[in-house]
């Protein structure tokens, strides 16, 4: 038999969403292979097999925990395979693979559209082969300019030879664009905790990777009609005002909260700049990056706690980044406002929001919930850590974030599951993991139930 009629068959008999699980869960397998080849670690390092498994869903999802050190365990083979894992995580299956069909001049199918509609959260079909492909081009521009220009400043400023310039400028680009929180040199960006220009350029490279691919290509289509100067007016989607309003208020917000909980500590005897530098830099990176400029641990609880809170947000829809992601968030807040008001619709910039999108946005954000809080309940009792220490852990898992306070590698075999289980469904999604379980052909049902009232609150 065909090998492609074989898939074929294999995916007519189940959904969308549990076939880019399936995929997702099959690269975890083929990643998990591919590491534990000695070819791709240095001589002498050993991995147990639990740490493997870790590492590849750690790598797929994107999230960078790390329970062993990367850098003395793989050789160069295998950083350069951590980063092909990093970009395939990043960008997504169905993208990579419909890329790979577009070079081939292959024609997709409907099938596949359906696939990347579903794996890139897009509402409707028409429009995703274009989505990919300008999405690729303008990550890997990003990337590309942000080595560019990371390495040229490294040469200019720094003692590196050349090879290490260009290794750091690149993969550190590459980090923050892809919004991985990955460390192999052990010193993350701490070396540049004073450097400005550095940390500016990281915190935009971290922005556009999680702002959410569909907002960047609608600012692509705006400036090309600020070009072409056509006479019908340009109207961003309601996702991209929801989308980038959120992610700024929550970026200003978090910054300001995080200046005036370490003002008195941490940020005690700093200039104004330097203490706003860390605040806006931890604002974006705990929203997905994971990238340090010094330590949590000079961070109080309180402001760890805030920490965990903007990782369980994560980043937005569509992009590399995990979490409930900035949409949920807003369409919950929106929620209560209109019934605190009594509102009987939930609008936003004079559009009202279905009712199933705000259906869909209070089940992800309770079932989130739970699941960390459970996550971190069963942790207390199996870890020997300081609660704040696993609600870091726990939270950085679901958002894919990779900030720790150093327990990973310390984690026992049913704290390292947890985590893992954690970024594979951070990676995935809330929502479409608790739809694995919704049958492909639903029975719709042409009677309802009566009515009957019961006492709340």
Known sequence: MNIYKFIAQISNRFSTIQLIVLYYFMVVIVASILLALPIFRDPGADISFIDLIFTAVSTVSVTG???????????????????????????????????????????????????????????????????????????????????????????????WPLKEVLFHGFFTSFSAVANVGVDLTGQMLIPFHNDYFVQLIIMLLIVVGGIGFPVLLEVKDFLQYRRTKKVLPFRFSLFSKITVSSFFILLFGGALCIWLLEYNQFFKGMTFTESAFYSFFYSVTTRNAGLMTTSLGNFSEGTLLLFSILMFIGASPSSVGGGIRTTTLAIVVVYLISFIRGHDQVALFRRRIGRDDVQKSIAVFILSMTLCMISILVLSVSESHELITLIVEVTSAFGTTGLSLGIT????????????????????????????????????????????????G
Do not use: W
Request: hydrophobic share 50%; with cysteine.
């Open 65 to 159: 925990l790390a329970t062993i050190n990367l850098g003395e365990t793989f050789n160069v083979a295998g950083i350069i395979l951590l980063q092909c894992l990093f970009m395939l995580g990043s960008l997504g299956v169905m993208m990579i693979s419909t890329s790979f069909m577009l070079i081939r001049r292959k024609k997709v199918s409907l099938k596949q559209r359906q696939l990347i509609m579903t794996d890139m959260n897009q509402p409707k079909l028409s429009g995703t082969v274009r989505l990919i492909r300008t999405t690729i081009l303008i990550i890997l521009g990003f990337e590309f300019v942000g080595g560019v220009i990371l390495s040229t400043y490294f040469y200019i400023f720094s003692d």
């Open 409 to 456: 590698p310390t984690l026992t075999v049913l704290g390292k599951l947890i985590i893992i289980i954690l970024m594979f469904v951070g990676r995935i999604g809330m929502l479409y993991m608790v739809m694995l379980l919704v049958p492909k052909h639903k029975e719709d049902k042409n009677y309802h139930y009566p009515t009957e009232k019961i006492i709340i």
